[in-house]
Nanobody
């Protein structure tokens, strides 16, 4: 059974940083591309960044370019999203997604507010 569990979200002030984590199991993690996506209230899902099984970043959207970094630790079956210089418009539920079967976790809430 595929399991994805995001963590690390919370309330942060504008300009602050957070590191999200995604613990993965139930599929060949090191062979599987992963994505971070988000959904803000009342908006559609937004793809942010992708990374191949070997750690190559596939692309990143302009909205987070230069501020968010995706990485992974295949030895620990972990995916990460380092977020810096956070803005109010980054407020959303953040999900990790595996590309073997298309599953997503339950998400972790990030709120950027003063």
């Amino acid at each position: 059974e595929v399991q994805l569990a995001e963590s690390g979200g919370g309330l942060v002030q504008p300009g602050g940083s957070l590191r999200l984590s995604c613990a993965a199991s139930g599929f060949p993690f090191s062979d599987t591309g992963m994505n971070w996506i988000r959904q803000a209230p009342g908006k559609e899902l937004e793809w942010l960044l992708g990374i191949t099984g070997s750690g190559i970043v596939t692309a990143n959207t302009e909205a987070v370019k230069g501020r968010f970094t995706i990485s992974r630790d295949n030895a620990k079956n972990m995916l990460y999203l380092q977020m810096t210089n956070l803005k109010s418009e980054d407020t959303a539920m953040y999900y990790c997604e595996e590309l073997a079967y298309g599953n997503r976790g339950r998400g972790t809430q990030v709120t950027v507010s003063s």
